[in-house]
């Protein structure tokens, strides 16, 4: 087990080389791939600098195990900010962000030359802080960023930032965990250690090439915790008017106008469609559409474009014969949804069964009402 265990060690040290080279060529698309880069190349720097264990003098050192368990902590928080950018792009470009990770590694020339135990302490609490200071912040960014996704955008797929939640939430506990048991750790941990370490970071470089950056103003970035009473106030303050007849007016002009696009010109066939557009399309703005939807209809933009996708499969499906069948793959693209995976599960959310079941209830309907005939 311990041979297995030193393979891992250096099977994982190969993979992020390889994951620096694989994103190096990348690092220009954008920040978040940017930060990436040279977190792979810090992971890599963490696990190969645990190779000087392999020396007997080195194993077992108690300055040496703290001066490696400083530098550790650092580049978990390296990790952090990446998370912190994926969530909130160009979020990294402010110095203080680099605060905490510099700290760290300023603690160990400090404690290779006082080496007192209350630096070591202090790293670690320090460290272990802000980490679950910047997990917390990432979370709660992460249900701001949907929320604003479903009012701007009728899909989610390549934009939602589930992923970074997941490998956040799994790269964090299997960290804490490791650094709690580390002083009973075995062979057998190690080697697992190293295998959840190359199946998170392989579905974070899977998901991050992928990921299509939303780039947000600062007014937006405001809108995403907007509340009804903020735009209520604004309308009022902003035309004299009050809120009731304000909500009214914003009603009257839209609802016929959003309608009338939805069936004639079937705007939601749009895979790509946004508040954006529908918005220029009926030569009003974006705010007064959210309001409309969240306000009279008590639903997302996200959930208002995807319902008439359901429908619309539904019509589909309803024609299709055992003879002109086709697949859901294709159903799902002609209904205007973005992947099937997103269709079926909304499908489901929505008439409470999925396409496939749907599809042979029709088919059962049709030969009962025609062996009745």
Same mark, same amino acid.
């Given at each position: ?11 994982? =040290? ?151 939640? =997941? ?30 370490? =190359? ?175």
């Amino acid at each position: 087990m311990e041979a297995l265990a030193h393979q891992m060690r250096g099977a994982t =040290i190969m993979f992020f080389i390889f994951l620096c080279v694989l994103t190096y060529k990348d690092r220009k698309q954008n920040r978040m791939m940017q930060v990436l880069f040279f977190t792979f190349l810090c992971l890599a720097v963490g696990f190969l600098k645990d190779s000087i264990f392999l020396s007997r003098a080195m194993y077992g050192n108690p300055f040496i195990d703290n001066m490696v368990g400083i530098f550790d902590v650092s580049v978990m928080l390296v990790v952090c900010n990446f998370f912190l950018e994926a969530v909130r792009p160009e979020s990294t470009k402010k110095p203080s962000v680099w605060i905490y990770p510099a700290a760290e590694l300023l603690l160990i020339p400090i404690y290779a030359i006082f080496r007192n135990s209350g630096i070591v302490t202090a790293a670690y609490i320090l460290g272990y802080a802000a980490a679950v200071g910047k997990v917390i912040y990432i979370m709660i960014y992460a249900i701001r960023h949907r929320k604003y996704m479903h009012n701007h955008y009728s899909y989610s797929d390549n934009i939602s930032l589930r992923w970074v939640v =997941i490998s956040c939430l799994i790269y964090f506990v299997s960290v804490f965990t490791y650094a709690m048991a580390f002083s009973v750790s075995t062979w057998q941990s190690e080697v697992l250690y190293c295998v959840l370490t =190359i199946t998170v970071c392989s579905y974070i470089i899977y998901s991050a090439l992928h990921h299509k950056v939303i780039m947000t103003s600062e007014e937006e970035e405001t809108e995403i915790g907007e509340t009804l009473e903020n735009t209520e106030g604004y309308l009022e303050e902003t035309t004299g008017v009050s809120v009731t007849e304000n909500i009214q007016n914003i009603t009257e002009m839209i609802e016929h106008k959003l309608k009338q696009c939805m069936e004639t010109q079937k705007l939601y066939l749009n895979p790509k469609l946004s508040l954006n557009t529908v918005a220029m399309e009926i030569g009003s703005n974006t705010k007064y559409v959210s309001l409309y939807l969240n306000h009279s209809l008590g639903c997302t933009f996200y959930d208002y474009i995807n319902k008439f996708r359901v429908e619309e499969s539904c019509r589909i499906l309803e024609k299709m014969t055992d003879t002109g069948r086709i697949n859901m793959t294709e159903v799902a693209e002609m209904s205007g949804f973005n992947s099937v995976s997103t269709f079926n599960r909304y499908f489901r959310s929505v008439m409470g069964i999925t396409p496939k079941e749907y599809y042979k209830k029709c088919m059962n309907r049709k030969r009962t009402d025609s062996n009745n005939k």
